[in-house]
Nanobody
Framework: QVHVEESGGDLVQPGGSLRLSCEAS????????MGWYRQVPGQAREFVARITRGGDTKYGDSVKGRFSLFRDTAKNAVYMQMNSLKPEDTAVYSC???????????????WGQGTQVTVSS
């Protein structure tokens, strides 16, 4: 089993910054990718960003140039630096990992519980 835990959500003023953390633990043979989605109640889940095992990053159009991903492979962790935050960034941010639990195993996605980010004055 694999456990994913996020942290760092908070209330911040427009224009401010936050750093979200996501750390995976458990039966992890190899990580294919780690990333973030976000969701506002009543709306569809939105892709935010992801980083692959090779270090390739991809960002959603609404966060390009403002959000950045960093990782610590030794800790199976990924961090998302969020700058120039806007009220429309308010959402629950959920981390996912795409992990193979053994050699030859098909990678499976695991999700965290989510962390609330609120951007408001």
């Amino acid at each position: 089993q694999v456990h994913v835990e996020e942290s760092g959500g908070d209330l911040v003023q427009p224009g401010g910054s936050l750093r979200l953390s996501c750390e995976a633990s458990g039966r992890i043979f190899s990580l294919a990718a780690m990333g973030w989605y976000r969701q506002v109640p009543g709306q569809a889940r939105e892709f935010v960003a992801r980083i692959t095992r090779g270090g390739d990053t991809k960002y959603g159009d609404s966060v390009k140039g403002r959000f950045s991903l960093f990782r610590d492979t030794a800790k199976n962790a990924v961090y998302m630096q969020m700058n120039s935050l806007k009220p429309e960034d308010t959402a629950v941010y959920s981390c996912y990992i795409d992990v193979a639990e053994c050699r030859g195993c098909v990678p499976v996605d695991y999700w965290g519980q989510g962390t609330q980010v609120t951007v408001s004055s």
